[in-house]
């Protein structure tokens, strides 16, 4: 696996931070990783064994270590609702389809509601990475997550059932 790692130059946000580095890589497969977040050594041969062996298969997530200031967890994602955007890898034609992220709380979920036919998601249900939720973590912020969530129900009146999954996090 070759890897190539894509910075911004200047703080300009992280959506339109992960947007810019998605147009700027030439692979067929991108994935996200925060400053502070932690791959598993075996997570870009995992997914990219998925993707390479399943065509139908467009996105995979997998299960994660969910580190905070008291205790790690492990999060094992019953559907995509559950999981985070770090680590989630994507065929890069596809997302270049979709028209990448837009700016809201949860650019992963709006892209799939977006084109909810398009994504076929795969979940690998082992822990490939760390997400480090702490204090300024958006998902520690119960008041932007139910703000995210209600955006997404303006956003997407008729997938209602889908927007409940979303994990709401304690």
């Given at each position: ?11 300009i946000g992280h959506v339109q ?121 958006m998902t520690s912020r119960k ?18 059932n889908e927007i409940q999954k ?5």
């Amino acid at each position: 696996i070759q890897i190539r790692i894509l910075r911004s130059r200047k703080n300009i946000g992280h959506v339109q931070t992960a947007n810019e580095c998605f147009k700027q890589s030439k692979a067929q497969y991108v994935v996200l990783l925060d400053a502070d977040d932690k791959f598993e050594k075996t997570l870009l041969k995992e997914e990219v064994r998925v993707l390479d062996n399943n065509q139908s298969v467009n996105l995979v997530y997998s299960a994660y270590f969910e580190k905070t200031s008291r205790k790690v967890d492990e999060v094992y994602p019953k559907n995509i609702w559950e999981s985070v955007a770090v680590g989630t890898m994507y065929r890069k034609n596809v997302l270049k389809k979709t028209g990448y992220f837009r700016e809201t709380l949860f650019p992963e979920y709006d892209l799939i509601f977006r084109n909810p036919k398009t994504w076929k998601p795969f979940c690998i249900p082992k822990p490939l990475f760390t997400y480090f939720r702490n204090s300024k973590s958006m998902t520690s912020r119960k008041t932007a997550v139910a703000q995210g969530i209600a955006d997404l129900k303006k956003q997407y009146p008729n997938q209602i059932n889908e927007i409940q999954k979303i994990r709401i996090y304690d």
